[in-house]
């Protein structure tokens, strides 16, 4: 039996080093993710501060979202059995659902998924270095955050999701952008667009003033050669007439 933090952090590395042959850690695997996530699934315990920082760092950053937990265990032997859960069943909500009815839990598939825990010691973060788990988070056919312990903790998991977050606060930061920076960027856009359109409206304004000036000025010269040359041709014309 593995005991102590050695014996553990090797049991650590020997699965690393297996799943990181098979390709699981693999930069070509991790998928972008979705820039505004309308609905974001969290699998962590509903006790303790986290969730409550995540939903805090989350709706202040973008409002307009929904948030809905699945509350598991996150630490000790039976967590890895719970997070699992918790994965599958947001993964298992149906793809295509109509928005009124997104009040039904079986029509409700978040864009985004975070798996996340507080900081804690070697031992207490271990859980998320379970192969099933580690399996199931690169599984995932929603895009992943895993936001597990501080910024120098690294556990499988971190290495299976499509993005590594440093803390789940931070996690939090990475999942969605700030409403009010849109915003701004949408009104200086719009500004600049219509600033854009004045100055070619007036640009081909001008430049059809001055086709027309030029198209009157070639219509007064051919004019002008016209009636000089039928003058030189009337006199020869006279005598036949």
Request: glycine share 6%; hydrophobic share 45%.
């Amino acid at each position: 039996k593995l005991v102590g933090e050695g014996d553990l952090m090797q049991k650590y590395l020997e699965l690393k080093e297996r799943l990181g042959k098979e390709g699981l850690f693999d930069a070509s695997r991790k998928r972008k993710l979705p820039f505004l996530p309308r609905r974001i699934g969290i699998v962590t315990s509903e006790a303790g501060a986290v969730i409550h920082d995540m939903c805090t760092v989350l709706t202040r950053r973008f409002p307009a979202l929904e948030i809905r937990l699945y509350p598991c265990l996150v630490q000790g032997e039976g967590a890895p059995a719970t997070i699992i859960a918790g994965i599958r069943y947001f993964n298992s909500l149906v793809v295509n659902r109509p928005i009124e009815q997104s009040e039904q839990s079986n029509n409700w598939r978040p864009d985004l998924l975070i798996v996340a825990r507080g900081g804690g010691s070697f031992e207490d973060l271990f859980c998320f270095n379970d192969e099933a788990l580690v399996r199931e988070v690169a599984a995932s056919a929603i895009p992943t955050i895993s936001a597990v312990g501080h910024e120098t903790d690294f556990t499988l998991c971190d290495f299976a999701a499509d993005v590594r977050a440093g803390t789940p606060s931070i996690a939090a930061e990475i999942a969605v952008p700030v409403l009010s920076d849109l915003t701004a960027q949408l009104s200086t856009l719009n500004s600049q667009l219509s600033t854009s359109l004045r100055s070619k409206g007036e640009f081909f304004a001008q430049r059809v003033d001055q086709l027309s000036d030029a198209l009157a000025s070639s219509l007064t010269i051919a004019q002008a050669n016209a009636e000089r040359r039928l003058a030189r041709v009337m006199p020869r014309l006279a005598p036949a007439l």
